[in-house]
């Protein structure tokens, strides 16, 4: 049985969350970014042969599997969605039927029977991978644990030899900035206060000269580059995609009825450019020794499968839309079948592109 939301009484509430999580399932079931950014994410972090790993923002586990390939001493991972570390549980560290677990997250009546036999597939897939690794028939622990990363303490942790953080950071970066932001504080200094204060407790849990790995996508930071930050922008298939794009004007009209209106897509919106990055690095008692940018395809090739990626990011688009979750998921859904039936063959052709930088520090 899934672990129950404490203190949630609100259905709509536990929907979204319950939702968002199935649709980012789906995503890497039918596109595999996560699993892609996670493998680069993990090698720029290595080696990770016999070490004691944090993996921060674990989610459902694809980061662990990538870290899992290195062969660790141990692995602690933490998501602060009490719901995603049930999921990652009941997957990767026990035994019993994945196929109940979907069915208790309502996944086909969310995204469809064909889409929830993809998700099925991914993770069993996920726990193979686990089950059958070096990591585990050497011996290799893994604890999972619902919490924040600002709330680690490393006498409630202990030390790590490294921290690894796929698509994470800026998920605590941005509820600090808010709450600063309110307090009065100016968006960029709240940012760079908000930065600090969540790479200073993960700089807190390694140990001297550990190594912290981040992988972010484009939109956190800029090179300084107008030109290849305007190339960058232009690669990346959710801003420029024929696909998105197409299915973006769809979900207008659709919101058009309502009143609505789909917020632009933008590219411009980063935090920091690479200079001030490493100062803020060094402010939190880290040393940024390199930053790796990677292109990647994702996995998807054809019609239905590009659909499907555009889809599954789709609700999340319209996040700052006043509507209640279950009716964006509706208005996905129709969308999905409008562009399956009406997009053009050369909205497929271009592979879908996802760019990320990796940041790696050093405890100083």
């Not at 921290?163 to 940012?191: C, S, T, Y």
């Not at 998105?244 to 009143?259: P, S, V, Y």
């Not at 889809?311 to 964006?328: G, H, N, V, W, Y």
Request: glycine share 8%; proline share 5%; net charge negative.
């Amino acid at each position: 049985m899934l672990t129950k939301l404490p203190g949630n009484n609100n259905k709509e509430d536990a929907f979204s969350e319950t939702a968002s999580i199935v649709l980012y399932l789906l995503l890497e079931a039918v596109g595999r970014p996560y699993r892609k950014q996670s493998d680069f994410c993990a090698t720029q972090a290595g080696p990770l042969f016999n070490q004691r790993v944090l993996d921060m923002g674990c989610g459902f586990g694809t980061t662990t599997g990538a870290i899992v390939r290195q062969a660790p001493r141990s692995i602690v991972a933490v998501d602060n969605s009490l719901l995603q570390t049930s999921i990652y549980e009941q997957v990767l560290l026990r035994e019993g039927s994945i196929g109940a677990l979907l069915a208790e997250l309502q996944t086909e009546e969310i995204v469809g029977r064909n889409s929830a036999t993809r998700i099925l597939q991914l993770l069993k897939e996920q726990r193979a991978e686990l089950s059958g690794s070096i990591f585990r028939q050497h011996g290799g622990r893994i604890q999972v644990i619902p919490d924040s990363c600002l709330n680690l303490l490393p006498e409630v942790y202990g030390y790590f030899d490294t921290v690894v953080g796929n698509n994470f950071i800026h998920w605590p970066i941005k509820a600090l900035r808010d709450k600063l932001m309110v307090a009065g504080i100016q968006p960029e200094e709240a940012a760079r206060l908000a930065t600090i204060q969540a790479l200073k407790t993960l700089s807190g849990v390694l140990r001297p000269g550990g190594t912290l790995a981040l992988l972010e996508p484009m939109n956190f930071v800029s090179t300084g580059d107008a030109e290849f930050d305007s190339t960058l922008t232009n690669a990346t298939a959710p801003l420029s995609h024929p696909v998105f794009i197409g299915m973006d004007e769809m979900t207008d009209t659709l919101l058009h009825t309502r009143g609505l209106l789909l917020p632009p897509r933008s590219g411009t919106d980063t935090l920091f450019t690479l200079p001030k990055l490493c100062g803020i690095f060094a402010e939190s008692g880290l040393e940024l020794q390199r930053t790796q940018f990677q292109e990647q395809n994702y996995a998807c090739q054809g019609r239905e499968e590009m659909v499907e990626v555009a889809f599954a990011t789709l609700p999340m688009r319209m996040a700052r839309i006043q509507l209640p979750f279950a009716e964006k998921l509706e208005i996905a859904r129709l969308v999905r079948t409008q562009a399956e039936r009406e997009l053009p063959d050369s909205a497929f052709e271009r592979p879908m592109r996802v760019v990320s930088f990796v940041f790696v520090g050093k405890k100083i």
